[in-house]
């Protein structure tokens, strides 16, 4: 299968947990804004035809700015984005150029998403409609209600979602207006596809695709970019 492939960078959190004045996105990280990681990586990527950006009303021209130049390469558009992350990345999809195939979605708070899980994610999509990446939990999970544990949850049962999740582009173009025409919220785009009744795929995520939330994140990723190129 020859695939036509955009990636969504989903910039447009507000990054309240961060405690940041600036764009989280555009906070340094091993010597480049956070976003310019994750982009330079995606733009690596043949099947990768063109990113569009979802940034907050205000930033775009300094995402714009923050990207590298492989990446301004393939932007073809910088879109704004809703008052939750399903509306922004539905935003997004209804910027796709025409012949695009597939779908990545991604969030610029992940800077140390690596080649070989773009790969390994474009490479489920030979045979699978929907595919995200997942790690297995090591902590023990509890449901907790009223601050008092409820339940312990078996966590052999649960594993932890990340991004790029990889779609067919008609098929999450489906899903969202379908979601949005009946006012289905979540804050995953698997989750569009299964309320559809239609399989997900899962393959291996890996543990340092951690996601920038806090502060003290920061240096966590820091470690994981020091030395690389991309």
């Not at 979540?186 to 951690?210: F, K, Y």
């Not at 240096?219 to 994981?224: D, L």
């Amino acid at each position: 299968m020859v695939m036509t492939v955009a990636a969504l960078i989903m910039a447009g959190g507000s990054g309240e947990r961060f405690r940041s004045t600036a764009p989280k996105q555009l906070v340094p990280i091993a010597g480049r804004p956070m976003i310019a990681w994750s982009a330079s990586v995606l733009a690596s990527v043949p099947q990768v035809a063109s990113i569009i950006l979802v940034t907050p009303s205000g930033v775009e021209m300094s995402l714009t700015e923050a990207m590298p130049p492989e990446a301004s390469r393939k932007v073809r558009a910088v879109v704004a984005g809703g008052a939750t992350r399903q509306e922004s990345v539905y935003n997004g999809l209804k910027s796709l150029p025409g012949g695009t195939t597939h779908v990545l979605i991604h969030d610029a708070a992940r800077p140390c998403m690596s080649h070989t899980l773009v790969t390994r994610i474009l490479d489920s999509l030979e045979t699978h409609d929907a595919v995200i990446p997942s790690v297995p939990i090591t902590d023990t999970l509890v449901r907790e209600v009223d601050g008092s544990v409820d339940a312990i949850v078996d966590r052999a049962y649960v594993a932890g979602v990340q991004t790029p999740q990889g779609f067919r582009a008609e098929l999450i173009l489906r899903a969202h207006r379908e979601a949005a025409a009946r006012g289905f919220q979540t804050s995953d785009d698997g989750s569009l596809v299964l309320a559809l009744g239609l399989p997900v795929h899962t393959v291996a995520g890996e543990r340092s695709n951690l996601k920038v939330t806090f502060a003290e994140d920061v240096r966590t990723a820091e470690a994981h970019l020091a030395g690389r190129t991309l």
